[in-house]
């Protein structure tokens, strides 16, 4: 799933706030780049899919690239598309200079027409109400796949949301009006969203390194509201189906086999995963810090237990 450092549901790193001025996005233009799908088994092959999404910073990250302005922002992305297209209508009169001078380079123009065509999702961060509405708005006449992520005053529009059909990234621990684009920010977000008919995926706060924590945030919406059912899809199949994965996340004939098997309820902070499948291949559960305490605690003979403690 993709980290972004401007949805970090006040917890953020020193690192995460660099370049504050484009709310963390170190990009000169107003798309911040490529999402991949991973995986997380051995070895450094680790990418599935490259290229599911495109992504871009709105509300104050946006305007703050686009000169200031949240107007300037909409006119910017609406201009970017209409080269995009222009482009991808002309590329033999772009490649002898028969073209206007455009704005982007061919690169960038290439990387871009699947999402002017509809073709690739368009993956939004955006907190604020009204921020998102005009999002769903600028997505519906561009004919933009649109993916959501942050939406912390989300349940506010939370019916418009769903009748988009536009899923939504989400922190459910990000609750506090850290900034006037999250003054209205719940902890009953992802649950008024599922319960309107949105598509929720659950995320870590802050980033990637801190994936593990999306269950621990999956388990705290179970505490605010959100169904554990729904809970458990928002870490499983739905990221998968969200970013066009389909045959992830779910146990069942056909799908990946990419299991694990917990001590208990996984939403559980206390519980720790037994065993670990992917694509059918058992994961080794040591970890380096683990061996370092097996090396040095000075009980050696008698170890603490731990779930990764190697078997």
Known sequence: ???????????????????????????????????????????????????????????????????????????????????????????????RAGLRDLSLSRADLEALI??????????????????????????????????????????????????????VLLNPLANLPSNFQVRAARQENAARLHAAGVTIAIKPGGSAHRARDARYNAGNAVANGLPFEAAIAAITVNPARIFGQEGFGALAVGQAADVVVWSGDPLEPMNQPEAVFIAGVEQPLQARNLELRDRYHPNRDQRMPHAYSPR
């Not at 107003?30 to 680790?46: E, K, N, S």
């Not at 946006?62 to 995009?84: K, P, W």
């Not at 519906?140 to 536009?166: C, K, M, Y």
């Open 1 to 95: 799933m993709p980290q972004h450092p401007g949805s970090s549901g006040g917890h953020v790193h020193e690192h995460e706030t660099a370049g504050a001025g484009h709310g963390g996005y170190h990009t000169p233009g107003l798309f911040a780049g490529q999402a991949a799908v991973v995986h997380l088994a051995r070895g450094t092959d680790i990418l599935v899919r490259s290229n599911v999404a495109m992504v871009a910073p709105f509300g104050e990250a946006g305007a703050g690239i686009a000169g200031g302005a949240r107007g300037a922002e909409f006119t910017l992305f609406r201009e970017t598309m209409a080269e995009v297209r222009l482009y991808a209508r002309n590329r033999q009169a772009y490649e």
């Open 114 to 167: 699947p999402v002017a065509e509809g073709r690739m999702p368009l993956v939004v961060s955006v907190h604020r109400a009204a921020d998102i509405l005009q999002v769903l708005r600028l997505a519906e006449e561009e004919n933009i796949r649109l993916i959501l992520d942050g939406a912390e005053e989300g349940w506010l529009v939370a019916d418009r949301i769903a009748a988009a059909n536009v899923p």
